[in-house]
């Protein structure tokens, strides 16, 4: 059984910086895909980021050039370095992992003060 748990999260006001991290475990095999998707109130979730095993990345229009995800294959892990957030960054952040079946963290609560 694969879980995946999430720490980071908080409040922070705009401008500032959160760094999330997701460690998998259970699994016994690298997950192919990691990353990240958020669902703010009212919204559906959508993709912040993901990245591969092999490094090829994608990310979100709306967090290019402000959010950076990384991953550690050797631990399972995956991490979002968020800096010069925004008030609408504000949602609960999942962490999402593939490998021939999609898996997902309970969430963590990013909350961004204007």
């Known amino acids: 059984q694969v879980q995946l748990v999430e720490s980071g999260g908080g409040l922070v006001q705009a401008g500032g910086s959160l760094r999330l991290s997701c460690a998998a475990s259970?699994?016994?095999?690298?997950?192919?895909?990691m990353g990240w998707h958020r669902q703010a109130p009212g919204k559906l979730r959508a993709l912040v980021a993901t990245?591969?095993?092999?490094?090829?990345?994608n990310y979100a229009d709306s967090v290019k050039g402000r959010f950076t995800i990384s991953r550690d294959n050797a631990k399972n892990t995956v991490y979002l370095q968020m800096n010069s957030l925004k008030p609408e960054d504000t949602a609960v952040y999942y962490c999402?992992?593939?490998?021939?079946?999609?898996?997902w963290g309970q969430g963590t609560q990013v909350t961004v003060s204007s």
């Open positions: 259970g699994s016994g095999f690298s997950l192919t895909v």
């Open positions: 990245i591969t095993t092999s490094g090829n990345i």
């Open positions: 999402y992992g593939w490998h021939y079946g999609a898996y």
